[in-house]
């Protein structure tokens, strides 16, 4: 029996390459949510509903060095999110598809959410987890059961979020991330800068950030890096501007 490699995602919550993510994920599914009509969501590797920040976790290096200036985030609906969910300070952290959720209901807007994960203790964090109404979790390979989702479910928004640790996690990512954009999904594909993932095609827009450019570490990291395929161009500007922005709005503070 082939052994799969466990990955826990706990440690690395709110690290820096989740905030580029996260905030990349949150403008784009406020972008379509705009539109008025409900959000088909999908995403292939979910992790846990949430997480608890502890003192030694990556996220002071990341979404840590971002709080300090939440005033100034307000803006951008990301840092709007994450707010909503530490009244009283940065406590917790919300995994992709919570955002998502949390995204719609502040457009009135209904939600079906498809996520995937292999791992039994995601699972049960999943089985104990109170609001999920418009999620539906499935214990199981993200890649196999996004693809078998793509052609029997309306398109919507798919994030392709790999841990990388297997070496065929690139490849199954690529083949699905341009397997749904060509049934007409919005596809988003993570990873960090200096994996070799980047899609062979050019035609993707990719957005990068480097951490240093925003104030943030991520260990041996220097950046981390969203493709987009399957927006229309309005879309990509709004993103292209919205990050320029993030940005900016770091690099004021030391």
């Not at 905030?23 to 406020?30: D, P, R, T, W």
């Not at 749904?180 to 899609?199: F, Q, R």
């Not at 104030?215 to 709004?238: F, K, N, P, Q």
């Amino acid at each position: 029996m082939k052994m799969v490699r466990s990955y826990d995602h706990r440690v690395h919550a709110g690290n820096a390459g989740d905030v580029w993510k996260h905030f990349i994920l949150a403008e784009v599914s406020g972008y379509l949510l705009e539109s008025g009509r409900a959000l088909v969501y999908a995403e292939s590797h979910a992790g846990r509903p949430d997480y608890l920040l502890n003192r030694c976790g990556e996220w002071t290096d990341g979404v840590g060095r971002c709080w300090r200036h939440l005033p100034s985030l307000l803006n951008f609906c990301y840092f709007r999110v994450l707010s909503s969910f530490n009244p009283k300070g940065l406590l917790c952290y919300p995994g992709s598809v919570r955002i998502v959720q949390e995204i719609a209901r502040r457009h009135s807007l209904k939600l079906q959410a498809d996520v995937w994960d292999i791992d039994p203790d995601v699972a049960s964090a999943w089985a104990n987890y109170g609001d999920r109404e418009e999620i539906d979790f499935h214990e199981g390979d993200g890649f196999t059961g996004a693809l078998y989702l793509l052609g029997r479910s309306p398109p919507g928004l798919l994030l392709i979020d790999p841990p990388y640790v297997d070496a065929k996690d690139a490849s199954l990512a690529e083949n699905l991330f341009f397997e749904a954009a060509e049934m007409g999904w919005t596809v988003l594909w993570w990873s960090m800068a200096g994996l070799d993932t980047a899609p062979r095609s050019s035609s993707p827009e990719r957005f990068s950030l480097s951490f240093a450019e925003a104030g943030m570490e991520c260990g041996r990291w220097d950046g981390a890096t969203v493709a987009i395929y399957g927006a229309d161009s309005s879309l990509i500007e709004h993103v292209r501007g919205q990050g320029a922005a993030l940005i900016r709005v770091l690099k004021n503070y030391p």
